[in-house]
């Protein structure tokens, strides 16, 4: 049974930092590209960064520079730190794994809130 279990979520001041962690389960880690995505109420579910199966990263050009994702292969985890944090961070943020020809999971999500 595939898991994707996000943590680290919370409320925080703009310019305050975050990080987040998604442990995986059921998979083989190492051979999904691993992503972040968030939704805002409201909106339709966005593209936050990924980290590729070959050690590849790419970001949204909405948090370039403040946030970085990264993972251990060894513990099943992906990590996204979130640094300079603005309300329109504010969303839920979903972890996914993908890879070519089979399905994506996704976790449950993990609710980040920035106060201005």
């Known amino acids: 049974q595939v898991r994707l279990v996000e943590s680290g979520g919370g409320l925080v001041q703009a310019g305050g930092s975050l990080r987040l962690s998604c442990a995986a389960s059921?998979?083989?880690?190492?051979?999904?590209?691993m992503g972040w995505y968030r939704q805002a109420p409201g909106k339709r579910r966005e593209f936050v960064a990924v980290?590729?199966?070959?050690?590849?990263?790419n970001y949204a050009d909405s948090v370039k520079g403040r946030f970085t994702i990264s993972r251990d292969n060894a513990k099943n985890t992906v990590y996204l730190q979130m640094s300079s944090l603005k309300p329109e961070d504010t969303a839920v943020y979903y972890c996914?794994?993908?890879?070519?020809?089979?399905?994506?999971?996704w976790g449950q999500g993990t609710q980040v809130t920035v106060s201005s």
């Open positions: 059921g998979i083989i880690f190492s051979s999904k590209d």
């Open positions: 980290s590729t199966s070959g050690g590849r990263t």
């Open positions: 996914n794994a993908h890879s070519a020809y089979v399905r994506d999971y």
